[in-house]
Structure formats: C-alpha cells, structure tokens
C-alpha cells in the first residue's frame, strides 16, 4: 500500500484558483493510476479526475472539465490537481487515491485513501 498525503486546501473565492498536491511515500509511485475524489457535506463521494500510471491519460467529471487539471511528476512522487474558475459547489474534502493498475473512476477500485484536504469556495 502507498501512503498518500493531500495539501494545498484552504477558502477561496469564486473564480479563484488553488493546486492541491497529493505526496505519495514508496519508490512504486509510477505503479500507480491516481485520482482525485471529493465530498461535500450530506452527500456522497464523488470522482472528481483521474491520471494514468504514466500520465499520458486523463479522465474528468463532467462538472469539472474544462476547470481543472491533473497532472502527475513521477520523479516527485506527486500528483496535482489545479483548480481554476472556482465555484462554490466545488466546496468539498478532497481525497487523493491510488490504485495499483489502470486508470479508474470508480472509488471502489482504489485501494489506498489520503486524509483529504478542505476546499471552501465563497460566493
């Protein structure tokens, strides 16, 4: 299992901006698709992005597409996620996860969970 700690939440306004960073611990970081999942309060997990185990694939919601954008440095052990045109439905915990195979967008197959990060955006 990897371990995955996400940073970079915190109050922004509407169409604002933030990059969340998700450090992953291991040397098989590269083994791993990644994926960025949100939840906002009362309502359940939802697949916010996702990046192949070599980055050269993506896959988003359709509520963000066009906003946000992940991307990966397999060298840093690290995946992003930059947040742009910010709105306050995008209010959320943020989970990073990983899954040791191919690219996913179903939560159930990612084995390994950050902490999350909060994301308040203020209208």
């Known amino acids: 299992q990897v371990q995955l700690v996400e940073s970079g939440g915190g109050l922004v306004q509407a169409g604002g901006s933030l990059r969340l960073s998700c450090a992953a611990s291991?040397?098989?970081?590269?083994?791993?698709?990644m994926g960025w999942f949100r939840q906002a309060p009362g309502k359940e997990r939802e697949f916010v992005a996702a990046i192949s185990r070599s980055g050269g694939s993506t896959n988003y919601a359709d509520s963000v597409k066009g906003r946000f954008t992940i991307s990966r440095d397999n060298a840093k052990n690290t995946v992003y996620l930059q947040m742009n045109s910010l709105k306050p439905e995008d209010t959320a915990v943020y989970y990073c996860?990983?899954?040791?195979?191919?690219?996913?967008?179903?939560?159930?197959?990612?084995?390994?969970w950050g902490q999350g990060t909060q994301v308040t955006v203020s209208s």
């Open positions: 996860a990983a899954r040791l195979a191919f690219v996913a967008m179903d939560a159930q197959d990612f084995g390994s």
């Open positions: 291991g040397r098989t970081f590269s083994s791993y698709a």
